[in-house]
């Protein structure tokens, strides 16, 4: 295969290509409590995340869309990630992915656990916008939901 | 002349180099065209040996540059056989702009509520969007006309669409992502309902033979870096006296004849579309381009590309989980062929591609209404020009395969 390089392995890590080729937490939720979506216009990725509050915490949370298994692996293994975590810790593990993506040759922060599968896209500046979609769009839908436990506004970053 | 594809690569440094360890095998050419050393030498001797502004200055080198640029514009005349000679030839940045500079100049004056400008579904943003704007703001109204399920412009809706309240016809020669139109005999029609015709032949002026007069068109616009020619540079032809009748589109230097506090009066055609210093360079480096094409000759370009395009074809085409979009037929495309593999994204498959050195395009291909007539939100796509070959193809398309095997559903081994 005229693949011979490191790189790619770096990309396209066994564990993304599992989340790309097995999405989870695709099913829509019946009454969510927030919900947003993004488009990425370069590659047309699409991501639509739901999500439903528990007292300030993220009982239960919905990523679907269309795009490059970058895009779409990323919004499953959010989704994973963020589930019965608090609307705060959801913010500073998208900071810290984020964080991930700007400076790849950093030491990731411990708290990303397994989405430090996604070290390497910061490699290829042209995909860190598929990784990022989703964190995005959840951010909106943080934004736009009531967290549980914030008055009114407070949210609006 | 006999085509010697290999003679023909020496001629264009880029091809040397790696990527990723490999050769290059650059397939992007209908996003822009690798440049041979003739069009570079251009570049480097004017400015090296006779850099100067143009059409103002009393000296040597005002005098060689203008001379340069000026013969440049003669040369892009002759390339596609304009009638009328240079002063058909308006100098812009690239075809765009050449088509922003027709919705302004011609719509402004000439354009009522209620008018209508015909365009297609597969047409370019390019020649959307300065409609749309000029549109929106007159009052007048757009309308599409539909592809059938091959790809090709549906007859019955050219009929249906065209009529008395068409002003403007715009449309694509070649597409950047499925064939040829028949745009002679959309020209006729247009022309009988009184309606004007733009053609947009940025796909189609740098891979074919053009004779501005057998299209019959009233506006073509093309792009000098799509055929050989450096970036910054695009052409503009109309005929002269639709130049002399609009009004200018960007005022400023070069472009007036007299001024006074009150007004100006205009300079005469094409430089009454010129304001400001103009990329002398790259207009003649684009001469130097057309000159290029020429001494290799565009019915052997098109010879070339139409056996790269049938061989292409005939490969993807034995690949089950390919799906080609347009025309079945090379005879109807230029060298392009847009594509998509199974459901694995098109971005992925550049990415893999890229790690074997090919160079293709993924995504929209500034086509958005086009991709969601398709059905879909992006295709892969490549793109030949004079100096890819057969045995390039094929490295394309087991790259390709390999691909496919790396994204399938079963989990597969990293390929090495």
Same mark, same amino acid.
């Given at each position: 295969?005229?693949?011979?390089?490191?790189?790619?392995?770096?990309?396209?890590?066994?564990?993304?290509?599992?989340?790309?080729?097995?999405?989870?937490?695709?099913?829509?939720?019946?009454?969510?409590?927030?919900?947003?979506?993004?488009?990425?216009?370069?590659?047309?990725?699409?991501?639509?995340?739901?999500?439903?509050?528990?007292?300030?915490?993220?009982?239960?949370?919905?990523?679907?869309?269309?795009?490059?298994?970058? =895009?779409? #692996?990323? /919004?499953?293994?959010? $989704?994973?990630?963020?589930? !019965?975590?608090?609307?705060?810790?959801?913010?500073?593990? +998208?900071?810290?992915?984020?964080?991930?993506?700007?400076?790849?040759?950093?030491?990731? =922060?411990? #708290?990303? /656990?397994?989405?430090? $599968?996604?070290?390497?896209? !910061?490699?290829?500046?042209?995909?860190?916008?598929?990784? +990022?979609?989703?964190?995005?769009?959840?951010?909106?839908?943080?934004?736009?939901?009531?967290?549980?436990?914030?008055?009114?506004?407070?949210?609006?970053? | 002349?006999?085509?010697?594809?290999?003679?023909?690569?020496?001629?264009?440094?880029?091809?040397?180099?790696?990527?990723?360890?490999?050769?290059?095998?650059?397939?992007?050419?209908?996003?822009?065209?690798?440049?041979?050393?003739?069009?570079?030498?251009?570049?480097?001797?004017?400015?090296?040996?006779?850099?100067?502004?143009?059409?103002?200055?009393?000296?040597?080198?005002?005098?060689?540059?203008?001379?340069?640029?000026?013969?440049?514009?003669?040369?892009?005349?002759?390339?596609?056989?304009?009638?009328?000679?240079?002063?058909?030839?308006?100098?812009?940045?690239?075809?765009?702009?050449?088509?922003?500079?027709?919705?302004?100049?011609?719509?402004?004056?000439?354009?009522?509520?209620?008018?209508?400008?015909?365009?297609?579904?597969?047409?370019?943003?390019?020649?959307?969007?300065?409609?749309?704007?000029?549109?929106?703001?007159?009052?007048?109204?757009?309308?599409?006309?539909?592809?059938?399920?091959?790809?090709?412009?549906?007859?019955?809706?050219?009929?249906?669409?065209?009529?008395?309240?068409?002003?403007?016809?715009?449309?694509?020669?070649?597409?950047?992502?499925?064939?040829?139109?028949?745009?002679?005999?959309?020209?006729?029609?247009?022309?009988?309902?009184?309606?004007?015709?733009?053609?947009?032949?940025?796909?189609?002026?740098?891979?074919?033979?053009?004779?501005?007069?057998?299209?019959?068109?009233?506006?073509?616009?093309?792009?000098?870096?799509?055929?050989?020619?450096?970036?910054?540079?695009?052409?503009?032809?109309?005929?002269?006296?639709?130049?002399?009748?609009?009004?200018?589109?960007?005022?400023?230097?070069?472009?007036?004849?007299?001024?006074?506090?009150?007004?100006?009066?205009?300079?005469?055609?094409?430089?009454?579309?010129?304001?400001?210093?103009?990329?002398?360079?790259?207009?003649?480096?684009?001469?130097?381009?057309?000159?290029?094409?020429?001494?290799?000759?565009?019915?052997?370009?098109?010879?070339?590309?139409?056996?790269?395009?049938?061989?292409?074809?005939?490969?993807?085409?034995?690949?089950?989980?390919?799906?080609?979009?347009?025309?079945?037929?090379?005879?109807?495309?230029?060298?392009?062929?847009?594509?998509?593999?199974?459901?694995?994204?098109?971005?992925?498959?550049?990415?893999?591609?890229?790690?074997?050195?090919?160079?293709?395009?993924?995504?929209?291909?500034?086509?958005?209404?086009?991709?969601?007539?398709?059905?879909?939100?992006?295709?892969?796509?490549?793109?030949?020009?004079?100096?890819?070959?057969?045995?390039?193809?094929?490295?394309?398309?087991?790259?390709?395969?390999?691909?496919?095997?790396?994204?399938?559903?079963?989990?597969?081994?990293?390929?090495?």
């Amino acid at each position: 295969m005229p693949v011979p390089e490191p790189e790619l392995d770096e990309l396209y890590r066994e564990l993304i290509l599992d989340h790309y080729r097995s999405p989870r937490h695709r099913q829509p939720l019946a009454h969510p409590d927030a919900r947003a979506e993004g488009y990425n216009p370069l590659c047309g990725d699409e991501i639509e995340v739901e999500i439903d509050f528990d007292d300030g915490v993220i009982s239960d949370v919905s990523c679907r869309g269309r795009g490059c298994s970058i =895009s779409q #692996a990323s /919004g499953s293994m959010m $989704a994973a990630a963020v589930k !019965g975590h608090t609307v705060e810790e959801a913010r500073s593990l +998208t900071a810290a992915f984020k964080e991930m993506m700007i400076n790849p040759d950093a030491e990731p =922060s411990e #708290a990303l /656990g397994d989405l430090e $599968a996604f070290q390497g896209v !910061g490699r290829f500046p042209v995909r860190v916008k598929c990784a +990022t979609l989703a964190w995005h769009v959840l951010g909106e839908g943080l934004a736009s939901g009531d967290g549980g436990d914030h008055p009114q506004g407070e949210n609006h970053a | 002349m006999m085509f010697d594809v290999e003679a023909v690569r020496k001629d264009f440094p880029i091809l040397q180099r790696q990527v990723h360890g490999r050769p290059l095998v650059y397939l992007d050419n209908a996003a822009t065209t690798q440049k041979p050393r003739q069009v570079i030498d251009a570049i480097v001797r004017y400015y090296e040996g006779y850099n100067a502004n143009i059409h103002r200055g009393l000296h040597k080198l005002a005098e060689e540059a203008t001379e340069a640029y000026e013969g440049a514009r003669a040369k892009v005349a002759r390339f596609i056989r304009a009638p009328e000679g240079a002063r058909s030839i308006v100098f812009t940045r690239n075809a765009t702009e050449s088509i922003n500079l027709v919705a302004n100049a011609w719509g402004r004056a000439n354009l009522r509520a209620g008018d209508e400008i015909v365009l297609t579904v597969m047409e370019h943003h390019s020649n959307i969007i300065p409609w749309q704007l000029i549109a929106h703001e007159k009052g007048a109204v757009i309308r599409y006309i539909d592809i059938d399920d091959d790809g090709r412009l549906r007859r019955d809706q050219i009929e249906a669409l065209i009529g008395p309240r068409t002003k403007m016809v715009a449309m694509v020669h070649a597409s950047n992502v499925l064939g040829i139109n028949p745009v002679a005999e959309v020209a006729a029609m247009a022309h009988r309902h009184g309606a004007l015709m733009l053609v947009d032949g940025a796909q189609s002026v740098p891979n074919m033979p053009i004779d501005v007069a057998e299209l019959g068109c009233d506006f073509l616009a093309f792009s000098g870096h799509k055929m050989a020619g450096p970036t910054g540079i695009g052409v503009l032809w109309a005929r002269p006296e639709l130049l002399e009748s609009m009004d200018p589109f960007l005022g400023g230097g070069e472009m007036i004849s007299r001024v006074t506090l009150e007004g100006a009066t205009w300079n005469e055609v094409p430089y009454k579309y010129e304001a400001g210093t103009p990329n002398i360079a790259g207009g003649i480096a684009l001469g130097a381009a057309v000159d290029y094409l020429e001494n290799l000759g565009m019915a052997n370009v098109r010879a070339h590309e139409k056996a790269l395009t049938a061989h292409a074809l005939e490969r993807l085409g034995a690949l089950p989980e390919v799906t080609v979009y347009g025309p079945k037929s090379a005879d109807e495309r230029v060298g392009v062929v847009a594509f998509n593999y199974g459901d694995i994204h098109p971005h992925d498959l550049g990415q893999v591609l890229d790690q074997a050195g090919v160079a293709i395009r993924a995504g929209h291909h500034c086509a958005q209404p086009l991709m969601r007539r398709l059905g879909c939100v992006a295709t892969a796509r490549a793109s030949f020009y004079l100096y890819n070959t057969p045995a390039e193809i094929d490295t394309f398309v087991k790259a390709l395969g390999e691909a496919g095997r790396f994204f399938a559903p079963q989990p597969a081994q990293m390929p090495r």
